[in-house]
């Protein structure tokens, strides 16, 4: 009896490779392999934008986009990690060579009208988003649309412009809090009111909106805190903040209540209310 011997794809490949050992070189090993150092690096990266301290994920993209600078993902990297940092003006270079790249897409440019917003360049930033599509419909676009129509006072622009970013993201706290903000700047504190109370309504750590939102109250005359989540030292912070914005309405007597109030309040030495009650008695 003749027996038929079988073998799965991955023994013919370990086959293979040893019949032909003797004329693959390391080179040819190392070509073989480059796949899956890409991923590997790709997992990397990606690891360093989410997870690194940015000033390290800085250094990596750096250090790799040297190594490789073809490969736009790492100068892509390097210009979002610079961002991070805090470090705009350094990532407008990168971000131009990142959108005349061949595999340049349309969320490169939002990202960089975004870097040029953080560089004062309104205009530039205004550019950039008009070379978008329009189809291209994204939180990130709509949210850049809507702060640069605030900037040229197009209220009604820019009402349209953050109604639209916060249906496109599941996370709309910090675009509800900009739209409130804009609404304070217009003088409308009503409005400004409600869309603090949005904002913390899907996100109640956001300590800005809660913030915002008593400045938004002081400015309509009510020094009261709002009936919202806070721990010992924000209620301080926030009643600082309150009695700030009554001395300026010229409610010096509800102002220094306050103050004496956030004295009491904070559960450590709340230096900026001491200095600012002992400037306000003298």
Request: charged residues 25%; hydrophobic residues 45%; negative net charge.
């Amino acid at each position: 009896m003749i027996r038929i011997l079988r073998f799965t794809p991955a023994a013919v490949a370990v086959l293979a490779l040893a019949a032909c050992s003797n004329s693959t070189t390391g080179a040819d090993v190392e070509r073989a392999l480059d796949p899956l150092n890409l991923i590997d690096e790709t997992n990397l990266a990606e690891i360093m934008l989410s997870a690194a301290a940015p000033d390290e994920a800085v250094d990596y993209f750096r250090r790799a986009a040297s190594e490789d600078p073809e490969r736009i993902d790492l100068q892509r990297g390097l210009a979002t990690s610079l961002v991070r940092a805090g470090r705009a003006a350094e990532a407008l270079t990168v971000w131009q060579g990142v959108v005349a790249h061949d595999g340049a897409m349309e969320q490169d440019r939002v990202e960089y009208a975004d870097a040029l917003i953080r560089t004062g360049d309104w205009d530039g930033a205004q550019q950039q988003l008009n070379a978008v599509p329009p189809t291209f419909e994204t939180y990130e676009r709509y949210r850049l649309e809507a702060m640069i129509a605030d900037s040229e006072e197009d209220w009604i622009s820019a009402d349209s412009f953050y109604e639209t970013a916060a249906g496109l993201t599941t996370r709309p706290a910090n675009v509800y809090n900009n739209w409130g903000y804009s609404h304070l700047t217009r003088g409308d504190y009503s409005g400004a009111e409600e869309l603090f109370l949005r904002a913390i309504s899907y996100d109640p750590e956001l300590f800005t909106a809660k913030n915002n939102l008593v400045l938004a109250r002081a400015a309509q005359g009510n020094y009261s805190l709002p009936l919202i989540n806070m721990n010992q030292s924000e209620r301080a912070q926030l009643l600082h903040t309150t009695a700030l914005a009554a001395i300026r309405r010229g409610d010096v007597d509800e102002g220094r209540g306050l103050l004496n109030e956030a004295i009491d309040t904070h559960p450590q030495h709340f230096e900026v209310a001491v200095e600012a009650l002992r400037a306000l008695n003298a």
